[in-house]
């Protein structure tokens, strides 16, 4: 887990081949740089590392505000107990590594800024949903859903409109996308059929491997292409009643033949990152993903919605995810995070 992360962040630290820290210096091979940041973090930094925070504008009233117009005022941001300053802090305490939904360029710079102010310096990773083109953020280009462009059974479309898609994210500040949605979609009452490439398994692992070589393209080295993040994992389309957040029942033979594939496909395309599922979905740990690609691994990320958090926190922490997403109740996750430090000691 712990090279997973590390991956990551030796990706997005800037080149820098003057003296300093070895894990720094361009010039020196990724392993060595590696081991290097490794050696100097803490308990709490590596946890920090793991880390995903709501971004200060994302709460409605804050949208159209700058950042020193959101400290100044009664606007809070999404987290009932953390002000802008608090969030600052925090950054530059090492303990947060990534931001989802940040408003604008404006805000990924000021956030970045303070990453830049912390003991080791470890740049950011923002993220948004961008799974048919970067519309959360004004001007950007907007493709069909999903849906739509699995019509065109067109894998190289596919493939260019994911470059599109990732050039318009990295000219605003973001490297990661929470896509591709790999759901096989059979049940029509399911609300979120229009996010996924539809019922055939084959199709949905050829255009999500397409979409997903679209964003990441060779490497990360030349600031056009993004993270793609495959989701939701596992049978998410499979909710009782078509019915968002309800649990799922479906046998281990179902999970592996019909709903395993397209998430392997995308593995094998070099996916690096995995979400898992936000619903109960019992057997699913104990599915494997192992990859045809040497040196290839993917990173694991969760998102602790159900009423349980503490319990899926702890498990998500001991089991192999390299993120997880902060709940809105801040402090919960502060004596989770205690939880796990003195756990570890």
Not at 138 to 161: E, H, M, R, Y
Not at 234 to 259: C, D, H, K, W
Request: with cysteine.
């Amino acid at each position: 887990m712990k090279r997973s992360v590390l991956l990551f962040t030796f990706i997005l630290i800037p080149l820098n081949t003057q003296a300093g820290p070895v894990y720094l210096n361009g010039t020196i091979p990724a392993s060595q740089r590696v081991e290097d940041l490794l050696n100097r973090m803490t308990l709490k930094e590596k946890i920090g590392q793991m880390c995903q925070y709501v971004g200060i504008k994302q709460k409605r009233d804050n949208r159209y505000e700058t950042i020193e117009e959101i400290r100044n005022s009664d606007n809070a941001t999404l987290y009932p107990d953390l002000s802008v300053d608090d969030i600052s802090i925090l950054i530059r305490q090492g303990r947060i590594k990534s931001f989802l939904h940040v408003a604008d360029i404006d805000e990924a710079n000021f956030l970045q800024q303070q990453a830049q102010k912390s003991r080791l310096r470890i740049p950011l990773l923002m993220g948004i949903d961008a799974s048919h083109g970067h519309g959360m953020v004004g001007g950007a280009t907007v493709f069909p859903t999903l849906i739509g462009l699995a019509s065109t059974w067109n894998p190289k479309l596919i493939q260019d409109i994911g470059r599109i898609n990732a050039r318009e994210m990295r000219a605003t500040g973001y490297h990661w996308t929470f896509s591709v949605n790999l759901s096989i979609a059979r049940d029509a009452r399911w609300g979120r059929v229009g996010e996924t490439f539809g019922e055939d398994l084959f199709l949905v692992g050829q255009l999500g491997a397409a979409i997903t070589i679209g964003y990441q393209g060779d490497g990360f080295s030349d600031g056009e292409n993004v993270i793609s993040c495959a989701n939701y994992f596992i049978a998410s389309s499979t909710l009782l009643n078509g019915t968002n957040f309800a649990p799922i029942e479906v046998s281990q033979r179902t999970l592996r033949e019909v709903y395993l594939p397209p998430y392997q496909k995308c593995v094998n395309a070099g996916v690096y990152m995995v979400m898992a599922g936000l619903w109960p979905c019992p057997g699913y740990m104990n599915i494997s993903l192992p990859c045809s690609r040497p040196g290839s691994r993917a990173c694991w990320v969760d998102w602790p919605l159900q009423k349980s958090c503490s319990e899926r926190l702890i498990r998500a922490a001991n089991y192999r995810t390299q993120f997880l997403a902060v709940p809105a109740r801040f402090s919960l996750f502060t004596i989770i995070n205690r939880h796990i430090i003195t756990e570890s000691t």
